[in-house]
Protein backbone atom coordinates (compact mmCIF):
# COMPACT_ATOMS: atom_id res chain seq x y z
CA UNK A 1 0.00 0.00 0.00
CA UNK A 2 1.23 3.43 -0.71
CA UNK A 3 2.60 5.55 2.05
CA UNK A 4 0.56 8.18 1.84
CA UNK A 5 -2.78 5.83 2.18
CA UNK A 6 -0.97 4.66 5.70
CA UNK A 7 -0.24 7.95 6.53
CA UNK A 8 -3.93 9.09 6.37
CA UNK A 9 -5.11 5.84 8.18
CA UNK A 10 -2.65 6.98 11.03
CA UNK A 11 -4.17 10.53 10.96
CA UNK A 12 -7.42 9.10 10.65
CA UNK A 13 -6.91 7.32 14.00
CA UNK A 14 -5.44 10.00 15.52
CA UNK A 15 -8.23 12.55 14.94
CA UNK A 16 -10.55 9.44 16.11
CA UNK A 17 -9.03 8.58 19.24
CA UNK A 18 -8.87 12.67 20.29
CA UNK A 19 -12.06 13.16 19.44
CA UNK A 20 -13.29 11.09 21.33
CA UNK A 21 -11.66 12.17 24.57
CA UNK A 22 -12.45 15.65 23.69
CA UNK A 23 -16.05 14.50 23.19
CA UNK A 24 -15.73 12.23 26.89
CA UNK A 25 -14.18 15.47 28.18
CA UNK A 26 -16.85 17.86 27.65
CA UNK A 27 -19.68 16.11 28.38
CA UNK A 28 -18.92 12.39 29.23
CA UNK A 29 -22.91 10.64 29.26
CA UNK A 30 -23.32 12.56 26.12
CA UNK A 31 -20.45 11.73 24.65
CA UNK A 32 -20.49 8.17 25.32
CA UNK A 33 -23.23 8.16 23.14
CA UNK A 34 -21.92 9.95 20.50
CA UNK A 35 -19.88 7.47 20.45
CA UNK A 36 -21.74 4.16 20.72
CA UNK A 37 -19.32 2.97 23.55
CA UNK A 38 -19.90 1.69 27.07
CA UNK A 39 -18.80 3.35 30.37
CA UNK A 40 -15.81 1.27 30.98
CA UNK A 41 -14.47 1.75 27.69
CA UNK A 42 -14.74 5.22 27.82
CA UNK A 43 -13.11 5.63 31.26
CA UNK A 44 -10.23 3.73 29.86
CA UNK A 45 -10.52 6.61 26.81
CA UNK A 46 -10.18 9.18 29.11
CA UNK A 47 -6.89 7.69 31.01
CA UNK A 48 -4.99 7.29 27.77
CA UNK A 49 -2.00 9.66 27.95
CA UNK A 50 -1.41 11.41 24.48
CA UNK A 51 2.23 9.13 23.84
CA UNK A 52 -0.49 5.99 24.54
CA UNK A 53 -3.04 7.71 21.79
CA UNK A 54 -0.12 8.42 19.19
CA UNK A 55 0.86 4.48 19.94
CA UNK A 56 -2.34 2.91 19.08
CA UNK A 57 -3.32 5.06 16.36
CA UNK A 58 0.16 3.93 14.72
CA UNK A 59 -1.11 0.88 12.37
CA UNK A 60 -2.09 -0.40 9.09
CA UNK A 61 -5.62 -0.65 10.51
CA UNK A 62 -8.42 1.43 11.61
CA UNK A 63 -9.16 1.89 15.31
CA UNK A 64 -12.85 2.04 15.03
CA UNK A 65 -15.06 0.07 13.00
CA UNK A 66 -18.71 1.06 11.03
CA UNK A 67 -21.44 1.37 13.58
CA UNK A 68 -24.36 1.26 10.77
CA UNK A 69 -25.14 -2.06 9.78
CA UNK A 70 -25.17 -3.34 6.02
CA UNK A 71 -28.97 -2.74 5.72
CA UNK A 72 -28.75 0.51 6.89
CA UNK A 73 -26.38 1.13 4.19
CA UNK A 74 -29.07 0.32 1.44
CA UNK A 75 -30.25 3.81 1.13
CA UNK A 76 -33.92 2.81 -0.74
CA UNK A 77 -36.56 3.20 1.46
CA UNK A 78 -40.25 3.26 1.29
CA UNK A 79 -40.14 6.64 2.17
CA UNK A 80 -38.43 7.44 -1.05
CA UNK A 81 -41.59 9.16 -3.12
CA UNK A 82 -42.93 11.08 0.32
CA UNK A 83 -42.25 14.04 1.73
CA UNK A 84 -39.87 13.18 4.68
CA UNK A 85 -38.68 16.91 4.81
CA UNK A 86 -39.79 17.59 8.84
CA UNK A 87 -38.17 14.04 9.70
CA UNK A 88 -34.88 13.37 11.06
CA UNK A 89 -32.03 11.91 9.82
CA UNK A 90 -32.41 8.05 9.45
CA UNK A 91 -29.20 7.68 10.41
CA UNK A 92 -29.61 9.27 13.51
CA UNK A 93 -32.32 6.39 14.19
CA UNK A 94 -30.79 3.78 13.57
CA UNK A 95 -27.53 4.33 15.18
CA UNK A 96 -29.25 5.86 18.23
CA UNK A 97 -31.37 2.45 18.03
CA UNK A 98 -28.47 -0.34 18.33
CA UNK A 99 -28.37 -2.24 21.56
CA UNK A 100 -27.21 -0.43 24.44
CA UNK A 101 -26.33 -3.44 26.60
CA UNK A 102 -22.68 -2.20 26.17
CA UNK A 103 -23.58 1.35 27.90
CA UNK B 1 -39.42 21.87 50.97
CA UNK B 2 -36.13 21.92 49.88
CA UNK B 3 -33.18 20.04 51.92
CA UNK B 4 -30.35 22.61 52.46
CA UNK B 5 -28.77 25.51 50.06
CA UNK B 6 -26.46 22.71 47.65
CA UNK B 7 -29.67 20.70 46.97
CA UNK B 8 -31.74 23.76 46.44
CA UNK B 9 -28.58 25.14 44.02
CA UNK B 10 -29.05 22.20 42.16
CA UNK B 11 -32.77 22.59 41.89
CA UNK B 12 -32.74 26.31 40.57
CA UNK B 13 -29.90 25.22 38.54
CA UNK B 14 -31.86 22.28 37.18
CA UNK B 15 -35.13 24.26 36.93
CA UNK B 16 -33.68 27.41 34.72
CA UNK B 17 -31.82 25.19 31.83
CA UNK B 18 -35.50 23.47 32.09
CA UNK B 19 -37.03 26.86 31.26
CA UNK B 20 -34.21 27.94 28.75
CA UNK B 21 -35.79 24.75 26.88
CA UNK B 22 -38.85 25.69 27.02
CA UNK B 23 -40.41 23.78 29.99
CA UNK B 24 -43.92 24.29 30.28
CA UNK B 25 -44.26 25.47 34.59
CA UNK B 26 -46.10 21.78 35.18
CA UNK B 27 -42.72 20.02 34.58
CA UNK B 28 -41.10 22.44 36.90
CA UNK B 29 -43.34 21.89 39.92
CA UNK B 30 -43.66 18.21 39.51
CA UNK B 31 -39.48 17.75 38.83
CA UNK B 32 -38.54 20.12 41.71
CA UNK B 33 -39.26 20.98 45.46
CA UNK B 34 -39.28 24.75 44.78
CA UNK B 35 -42.35 26.56 45.72
CA UNK B 36 -44.44 27.83 43.07
CA UNK B 37 -43.76 31.26 43.81
CA UNK B 38 -40.33 30.80 43.10
CA UNK B 39 -40.91 29.21 40.54
CA UNK B 40 -42.94 31.82 38.99
CA UNK B 41 -40.30 34.47 39.88
CA UNK B 42 -37.62 31.99 38.58
CA UNK B 43 -39.62 31.76 35.24
CA UNK B 44 -40.13 35.36 34.94
CA UNK B 45 -36.55 36.32 35.06
CA UNK B 46 -34.95 33.50 32.64
CA UNK B 47 -38.30 33.97 29.94
CA UNK B 48 -38.64 37.84 30.92
CA UNK B 49 -42.54 37.06 30.88
CA UNK B 50 -44.81 34.90 32.75
CA UNK B 51 -45.41 30.95 32.00
CA UNK B 52 -48.28 30.40 29.49
CA UNK B 53 -51.26 29.23 31.46
CA UNK B 54 -53.42 26.00 30.29
CA UNK B 55 -53.56 22.31 30.70
CA UNK B 56 -50.63 20.27 28.97
CA UNK B 57 -51.33 18.11 26.18
CA UNK B 58 -51.91 14.54 27.82
CA UNK B 59 -52.89 12.34 24.50
CA UNK B 60 -50.52 9.39 24.18
CA UNK B 61 -51.65 8.71 20.99
CA UNK B 62 -50.08 12.10 19.53
CA UNK B 63 -46.86 10.05 19.95
CA UNK B 64 -48.50 7.32 17.46
CA UNK B 65 -48.82 9.58 14.17
CA UNK B 66 -46.16 9.47 11.56
CA UNK B 67 -44.05 12.34 12.05
CA UNK B 68 -44.41 12.90 15.57
CA UNK B 69 -43.82 8.99 15.91
CA UNK B 70 -40.31 8.86 14.39
CA UNK B 71 -39.10 12.22 16.37
CA UNK B 72 -40.09 10.60 19.63
CA UNK B 73 -38.52 6.72 18.55
CA UNK B 74 -35.13 9.37 17.52
CA UNK B 75 -35.50 10.94 21.25
CA UNK B 76 -36.52 7.22 23.45
CA UNK B 77 -33.66 5.97 21.48
CA UNK B 78 -30.86 8.85 22.93
CA UNK B 79 -33.17 9.34 26.55
CA UNK B 80 -32.78 5.59 26.81
CA UNK B 81 -28.64 5.02 26.64
CA UNK B 82 -28.37 8.63 28.04
CA UNK B 83 -30.15 7.24 31.31
CA UNK B 84 -27.78 4.46 31.61
CA UNK B 85 -25.19 6.49 31.06
CA UNK B 86 -26.35 9.14 33.72
CA UNK B 87 -26.71 6.52 36.26
CA UNK B 88 -30.76 7.01 36.26
CA UNK B 89 -30.56 10.43 37.05
CA UNK B 90 -33.76 11.24 34.95
CA UNK B 91 -34.13 14.71 34.68
CA UNK B 92 -30.37 15.39 33.71
CA UNK B 93 -31.07 12.35 31.09
CA UNK B 94 -34.05 14.89 30.02
CA UNK B 95 -31.60 17.53 29.55
CA UNK B 96 -28.70 16.21 28.10
CA UNK B 97 -31.11 13.94 25.53
CA UNK B 98 -33.13 17.14 24.60
CA UNK B 99 -29.47 19.01 23.72
CA UNK B 100 -29.00 15.84 21.64
CA UNK B 101 -32.24 15.85 20.15
CA UNK B 102 -31.70 19.62 19.15
CA UNK B 103 -28.39 19.09 17.86
CA UNK B 104 -29.67 17.17 14.94
CA UNK B 105 -32.62 19.16 13.98
CA UNK B 106 -30.86 21.66 13.87
CA UNK B 107 -28.35 19.56 11.46
CA UNK B 108 -31.58 18.67 9.15
CA UNK B 109 -32.57 22.15 9.21
CA UNK B 110 -36.19 21.47 10.91
CA UNK B 111 -38.50 22.20 14.02
CA UNK B 112 -38.39 19.72 16.45
CA UNK B 113 -41.53 17.95 16.54
CA UNK B 114 -40.91 17.61 20.48
CA UNK B 115 -41.27 20.19 22.30
CA UNK B 116 -39.54 19.56 25.84
CA UNK B 117 -42.48 19.63 27.65
CA UNK B 118 -43.60 17.10 25.30
CA UNK B 119 -40.43 15.32 25.50
CA UNK B 120 -41.01 14.80 29.59
CA UNK B 121 -44.76 14.00 29.09
CA UNK B 122 -43.60 11.14 26.91
CA UNK B 123 -40.93 10.10 29.71
CA UNK B 124 -43.70 9.99 32.29
CA UNK B 125 -45.99 7.38 29.58
CA UNK B 126 -43.27 5.50 30.04
CA UNK B 127 -42.54 5.30 33.63
CA UNK B 128 -46.00 4.91 34.10
CA UNK B 129 -46.52 1.87 31.46
CA UNK B 130 -48.30 3.57 28.95
CA UNK B 131 -46.06 3.56 26.15
CA UNK B 132 -42.98 0.98 25.54
CA UNK B 133 -40.34 0.46 22.79
CA UNK B 134 -40.58 -2.32 19.62
CA UNK B 135 -38.28 -3.15 17.33
CA UNK B 136 -39.76 -3.13 13.65
CA UNK B 137 -39.17 -6.72 12.12
CA UNK B 138 -38.01 -5.33 8.95
CA UNK B 139 -34.94 -2.79 10.03
CA UNK B 140 -35.05 -4.13 13.74
CA UNK B 141 -34.90 -0.13 14.85
CA UNK B 142 -36.70 0.87 17.63
CA UNK B 143 -40.27 2.59 17.65
CA UNK B 144 -42.16 4.18 20.81
CA UNK B 145 -45.18 2.18 20.54
CA UNK B 146 -48.60 1.89 22.90
CA UNK B 147 -47.49 -0.76 25.84
CA UNK B 148 -49.30 -3.54 26.25
CA UNK B 149 -50.46 -4.01 22.24
CA UNK B 150 -49.73 -7.26 20.31
CA UNK B 151 -46.42 -7.71 19.52
CA UNK B 152 -46.95 -9.65 16.53
CA UNK B 153 -45.35 -8.52 13.17
CA UNK B 154 -44.50 -4.69 14.03
CA UNK B 155 -43.43 -2.42 10.86
CA UNK B 156 -42.19 1.14 11.70
CA UNK B 157 -43.40 4.07 9.97
CA UNK B 158 -40.22 4.07 7.96
CA UNK B 159 -40.44 0.55 6.61
CA UNK B 160 -44.21 0.60 5.97
CA UNK B 161 -45.26 4.45 6.27
CA UNK B 162 -49.11 4.52 6.30
CA UNK B 163 -50.31 5.83 2.70
CA UNK B 164 -51.43 8.97 3.84
CA UNK B 165 -47.95 9.76 5.37
CA UNK B 166 -45.37 12.09 3.53
CA UNK B 167 -47.89 14.85 2.64
CA UNK B 168 -46.47 18.00 4.41
CA UNK B 169 -46.98 17.96 8.07
CA UNK B 170 -49.53 20.93 9.22
CA UNK B 171 -48.94 21.04 12.60
CA UNK B 172 -46.70 18.73 14.37
CA UNK B 173 -47.61 20.14 18.11
CA UNK B 174 -44.33 21.85 18.17
CA UNK B 175 -46.00 25.15 19.74
CA UNK B 176 -46.46 23.61 22.75
Not at chain 2, 19 to 41: C, H, N, P, Y
Amino acid sequence: MNSRLLQEIEDLNLTYLLLARRLLEEDFPSGLFRLGISKPEGERFLALTTKQISHLSRTNQLVFTLRLRIDHLDMESPLDRRDVSSLPNLTAIRLASEENDQI
Amino acid sequence: MTKNLVDEMHQVKMCIELIEMGARLQVLQTESDLSRSRLLKLFKEVRGDSPPKGMLPFSADWFMTWGPNIHSSLFYNIYSKVLVAVEFDRMTALIKTYRLYSEQMMLDDIEPALSLTRAWTMIRFFESDILDVRSCTRCDCKFVVHAHEPAKDFLCGICNPPSRAGKPLKDSGAAL
